[in-house]
């Protein structure tokens, strides 16, 4: 449990630094909770910001991390005990079954946590390139795969946990994103939207199957969760008290949202607009509007910036590989950004369980909220109740508009998810993670207008109802991985052997990077690669990329050889079931290719494992590297 205990110390550094810097920027709260919850979410963004520092100089080492931590616990650290100290602890007595429920949750959540990932985009890439940058002590380039590039602020706080420790306290940062998102939805809910309806608003979303995959899958949405109820809650602050400490804190916590994926500035954007008519109501002179608005718009760009700016720098493309017609960018062009829509639209078709692939516009928006709460598998048929948001929202969306007791406050907080939702819904894809800040900024206004509508024993029967749904629903998400994930976590099941019973990927890298050795380079053949298990060097010939590797110039196999031999490459991993694939005549042609690749310019494969191969490379005078290694070898023996 040693990462569970590194992982409270990392915060509490964090919470030091956030402090520090809130205090710099006089954007402090008013209560010590908020002022402990925005200081760990701000000291959150700040190590994500240090740490892509540290890995763009090469010096992505525990000692220079050790530095800067003790930095800021000199800086904060003091500020972050008297708010410990100030801290209300008669809250607990009021919300206790609430804070046991979510506790059991997590404790819960902790095997899955603990125990090695298994599929998903973790896999692909939210924790891929973190642990190739722990590693490297520094950032890898990566013309090879655009989603080196596709790397914001959460993937960099999970390389420092990778560059202190590991994979545990890579994925437990991941888990306090969301128990901090718990607790600042709670706070968002009691202090502006209903009293004493937080613990009820957070055990909700707790507890939701989504919520569940979330924290036990690692990825950014969680992050973008946290700083979305944050900056929310700073925004309806300043809304009643007009200090400048809080609309500052609101701009931070934006732009900080705005770095955690390629969708977090919707957030960013929506509450400037608010901003700009809450300013238009105001009895203000147009330079102090101006004023106010430019400030917001400038703190938001500088602390969600980092991330972007390093795209920027490394492919002339600050969204890379989105955006190409509007800036470009290296190793991309206009056919893979072409064909990069193609796919998107492919797997819209191949997981929507009716599989007509239609965007939400339109008449058919509104069939949305009733798809998204009631039937989500319609939007993706991976694991139905992991995509589950629940029905709470959609049943009692209506009392938004009848409830009276801080109704602007309540109907402001439905607006900015509603809008959230049909942005992302018609501009992008309806998938439920995409959606998922939307809805809960959709539930917490749900939940603060049911409670102001109906009987306080009605609406806690209401809740308890709502969250054993939910947990039913869980539970039916634990097997079969969760038995081994608990002998994982205590030590009774070897992590080796977890992943050889449930990833095939992982039983067949185990075996191909022994062969492949760390001398070798290899070349993997998937559409969709997830090089989470390689161990040896590795180049990812997708043809959904542009890449090292332009599918479209090259037309025979001996092309695509000459092409490997030119990047060095000597073995050759293929999905064998994707050398068959023809969902479009592209697909169909690198199909082709690669079939004539493996079996006219390849040695007979060494490894067969899981619905994969692994293959030598001819070389270019026809050996092998293992043939002409075995050459060298006798002609010393005879020599």
């Given at each position: 449990m040693i990462d569970v205990a590194l992982v409270v110390v990392v915060l509490a550094v964090c919470a030091a630094a956030g402090f520090a810097c809130l205090r710099v920027l006089r954007a402090l709260?008013?209560?010590?909770?908020?002022?402990?919850?925005?200081?760990?979410?701000?000291?959150?963004?700040?190590?994500?910001?240090?740490?892509?520092?540290?890995?763009?100089?090469?010096?992505l080492r525990p000692l220079p991390l050790a530095e800067l931590a003790a930095i800021a616990v000199v800086a904060g650290g003091r500020g972050v005990v008297v708010a410990i100290a100030a801290l209300d602890r008669r809250v607990l007595r009021r919300v206790w079954p609430a804070v046991l429920v979510c506790a059991v949750v997590l404790a819960a959540e902790l095997p899955a946590i603990l125990a090695p990932p298994v599929g998903g985009d973790q896999t692909k890439y939210q924790l891929v390139y973190p642990r190739l940058y722990a590693a490297h002590g520094g950032l890898v380039d990566t013309p090879w795969s655009f989603w080196g590039h596709v790397q914001f602020l959460p993937n960099f706080v999970f390389a420092l946990g990778y560059a202190l420790r590991g994979e545990a306290l890579a994925r437990l940062l991941n888990a306090a994103f969301g128990v901090l998102a718990a607790l600042a939805l709670a706070r968002l809910v009691a202090a502006h939207l209903r009293p004493r309806a937080g613990a009820a608003a957070a055990v909700v979303f707790f507890t939701l199957p989504m919520t569940w995959s979330l924290m036990t899958r690692t990825a950014s949405d969680l992050a973008l969760l946290l700083y979305a109820f944050l900056a929310v809650a700073a925004f309806f602050a300043w809304r009643v008290d007009g200090r400048?400490?809080?609309?500052?804190?609101?701009?931070?916590?934006?732009?900080?949202?705005?770095?955690?994926?390629?969708?977090?500035?919707?957030l960013a954007v929506l509450l400037g607009l608010?901003?700009?008519?809450?300013?238009?109501?105001?009895?203000?002179?147009?330079?102090?509007?101006?004023?106010t608005v430019t400030g917001f718009a400038l703190l938001v760009i500088v602390a969600g910036s980092p991330w972007y700016v390093r795209n920027a720098l490394d492919t002339g493309n600050p969204v890379y590989p989105f955006g190409y017609e509007l800036f470009g960018g290296r190793y991309w062009s206009t056919e893979a950004s072409e064909y990069l829509g193609d796919y998107y639209q492919q797997y819209r078709i191949a997981r929507g369980e009716e599989g007509d692939g239609r965007s939400y516009v339109g008449l058919d928006l509104l069939r949305l909220p009733w798809d998204l709460t009631m039937h989500p598998d319609a939007l993706d048929d991976a694991a139905r109740h992991g995509l589950d948001v629940g029905p709470f929202a959609l049943a009692f969306a209506p009392a938004v508009l009848l409830v009276r007791r801080r109704r602007p406050q309540i109907a402001m907080t439905?607006?900015?998810?509603?809008?959230?939702?049909?942005?992302?819904?018609?501009?992008?894809?309806?998938?439920?993670?995409?959606?998922?800040?939307?809805?809960?900024?959709?539930?917490?206004?749900?939940?603060?207008?049911?409670?102001?509508?109906?009987?306080?024993?009605?609406?806690?029967?209401?809740?308890?109802?709502?969250?054993?749904?939910?947990?039913?629903?869980?539970?039916?998400l634990l097997p079969p991985l969760w038995p081994d994930q608990v002998r994982v976590a205590v030590g009774a099941l070897a992590p080796a052997t977890f992943l050889r019973r449930h990833s095939p990927r992982y039983a067949f890298w185990e075996q191909a990077?022994?062969?492949?050795?760390?001398?070798?380079?290899?070349?993997?053949?998937?559409?969709?690669?997830?090089p989470y298990y390689i161990e040896s060097p590795f180049v990812l010939g997708s043809y959904l990329e542009q890449g090292l590797i332009d599918y479209r110039t090259l037309d025979t196999p001996a092309a695509l050889a000459a092409a490997a031999h030119a990047l060095g490459v000597t073995h050759v991993a293929v999905d064998v079931a994707g050398l068959e694939a023809a969902g479009d005549p592209f697909e169909a042609h690198v199909a082709r290719l690669w079939r004539g690749f493996v079996g006219e310019e390849c040695e007979a494969p060494l490894v067969r494992a899981g619905g994969y191969a692994l293959y030598p490379l001819r070389c270019e005078n026809g050996q092998s590297e293992i043939v002409r290694a075995h050459s060298r070898a006798a002609d010393l023996v005879c020599g």
């Open positions: 709260p008013r209560a010590a909770g908020d002022t402990l919850l925005a200081a760990t979410a701000t000291g959150l963004g700040i190590a994500g910001i240090a740490t892509l520092g540290l890995a763009a100089a090469g010096a400048g400490a809080d609309l500052r804190r609101a701009a931070l916590l934006a732009g900080l949202g705005a770095g955690t994926k390629l969708m977090g500035p919707l608010a901003v700009i008519v809450a300013c238009a109501r105001r009895p203000r002179s147009v330079p102090r509007t101006f004023a439905a607006a900015f998810g509603l809008a959230y939702v049909a942005v992302i819904a018609t501009g992008a894809w309806a998938h439920p993670r995409y959606v998922f800040p939307g809805v809960v900024l959709l539930l917490a206004a749900s939940i603060a207008a049911a409670g102001g509508l109906v009987r306080r024993p009605v609406f806690r029967r209401v809740v308890a109802l709502t969250v054993i749904g939910n947990l039913v629903l869980v539970a039916r990077n022994d062969d492949v050795g760390p001398a070798g380079l290899v070349l993997v053949l998937e559409k969709i690669p997830h």
